[in-house]
């Protein structure tokens, strides 16, 4: 017996919708994969609201600790440093919770892909947006570790100050800071233009494709109750419905899912059928309170980091 059959075996208490009609296991599991969207997207609202910096700050970590290596100069510890451990050791227990549900430059991304589904069906009558060719996403993925190894070089050569104003991602924290006088980045604001667009063109963009700070936590180690399987044995045949709906493009098998590409948003677990996608034990990937567990977790570490715009 597959896990699909038993879950849907395990429904054999009726469960109601609106007006009293019993709902099959097929609806209950789509109510259960929409909830799990929106509490995803509350999620990133509220951590796009009070912590926007999360990013920038984290990664301000990552060069400074090359600035001082380049200059010779000792380690201190200071906000940009304790920021950066905070992130390491979150994402070494949690996975990349950050990418998927914290980081603002990912929720802008979402939104602005969002958006842009929605004028294409809507307006331009378009079933299915734009995406690049499948071939396209190993090779483009690996762009994000050749600007991470270059902004590492430049900070540890001690020209980055060079490229002052280039940023794209120092100009959205100075927007969401609202300073938006950006005299002196014009270069930055070409680039986070050119970002936008390219984040209504493929979901996570930015995410798969240029994130420094992504390239860093795909290459840390991950616990192991944090990473997800997939049990391939009781999938439906023919069934692939979790690789269409991964936002970064995995396939899913477990040399993908120990990859470090998994931004941990749920969307597999919530969408598989059969419930096939679980992490170590018999959680699966979409459980609402781990979820919410990570963000108060995470809030309350934000919030002693200073992260936290409100407090």
Not at 143 to 165: P, R
Request: charged share 15%; proline share 3%.
């Amino acid at each position: 017996m597959t896990a699909f059959q038993e879950n849907k075996d395990a429904v054999k208490q009726p469960v109601f919708g609106k007006e009293g009609k019993t709902l099959t296991a097929g609806q209950l599991k789509k109510k259960k994969a929409a909830i799990q969207r929106l509490m995803r997207a509350v999620i990133q609202a509220i951590f796009f609201i009070t912590m926007p910096s999360a990013f920038v700050a984290g990664f301000s970590g990552v060069k400074y600790i090359f600035n001082q290596i380049g200059t010779g100069s000792v380690l201190e510890v200071g906000s940009f440093l304790i920021t950066l451990i905070g992130l390491v050791i979150f994402t070494i227990l949690f996975g990349r919770y950050f990418c998927g549900y914290v980081c603002a430059f990912g929720t802008l991304g979402d939104f602005v892909f969002w958006i842009s589904g929605f004028v294409q069906a809507k307006i331009f009558r378009k079933k299915k947006q734009f995406s690049l060719q499948e071939s396209c996403f190993s090779v483009c993925q690996k762009i994000k570790y050749l600007i991470l190894t270059l902004i590492v070089v430049f900070c540890a050569l001690g020209i980055y100050g060079k490229f002052s104003g280039t940023s794209p991602w120092d100009v959205f924290s100075m927007m969401t800071a609202g300073r938006f006088n950006l005299k002196g980045y014009a270069v930055g604001m070409i680039l986070f233009l050119a970002i936008l667009v390219g984040m209504a063109l493929q979901e996570r963009f930015f995410c798969q494709f240029l994130c420094p700070m992504g390239a860093v936590f795909a290459l840390l180690p991950i616990l192991p109750i944090s990473v997800l399987k997939r049990n391939e044995a009781s999938c439906r045949k023919g069934c692939s419905l979790c690789q269409k709906k991964c936002p970064v493009h995995l396939k899913l098998t477990d040399d993908s899912l120990l990859s470090g590409e998994c931004i941990r948003c749920g969307k597999c677990a919530a969408d598989c059928p059969g419930e096939n996608i679980q992490f170590t034990g018999r959680l699966t990937g979409n459980e609402l309170w781990l979820v919410i567990v990570q963000a108060v977790i995470f809030f309350i570490m934000g919030t002693l980091l200073g992260l936290c715009r409100f407090i």
